[in-house]
Nanobody, 126 residues
Framework: QVQLVESGGGLVQAGGSLRLACSAS????????VGWFRQSIGREREFVAA????????YYADDVKGRFTISRDNAKMTVYLQMNSLKPEDTAVYYC???????????WGAGNYDHWGQGTQVTVSS
């Protein structure tokens, strides 16, 4: 069973950058698809980005394309989310999630991931 811990959140001004990290423990992490989701007050948890097990395939929500980059280092059992050109509307709690058997058509759905971290707060001031 994989366990996930997010870090790297904080307060940043609009236009700034943050790098989030999702550190994993447990067996076979390199076989998991890992996604980043976010949830702001009054809104449902929404997909941000995902990366397949070998790091070769990456997927992004339309509103973060060109600004956010997901990557993974399986040797370090860590997945990163580099966030540039941050906007106030990016303010949310960011969660990482992992699943071994998720198919492409389900990769955008939070309910399709079995393992979740506790979240890290990102606040972007205007």
């Amino acid at each position: 069973q994989v366990q996930l811990v997010e870090s790297g959140g904080g307060l940043v001004q609009a236009g700034g950058s943050l790098r989030l990290a999702c550190s994993a423990s447990g067996p076979s992490f390199s076989t998991y698809t890992v996604g980043w989701f976010r949830q702001s007050i009054g809104r449902e948890r929404e997909f941000v980005a995902a990366v397949r097990a070998n790091g070769g395939y990456k997927y992004y929500a339309d509103d973060v394309k060109g600004r956010f980059t997901i990557s993974r280092d399986n040797a370090k059992m860590t997945v990163y989310l580099q966030m540039n050109s941050l906007k106030p509307e990016d303010t949310a709690v960011y969660y990482c999630a992992a699943d071994r058997r998720i198919i492409l058509s389900s990769i955008w759905g939070a309910g399709n991931y079995d393992h979740w971290g506790q979240g890290t707060q990102v606040t972007v001031s205007s």
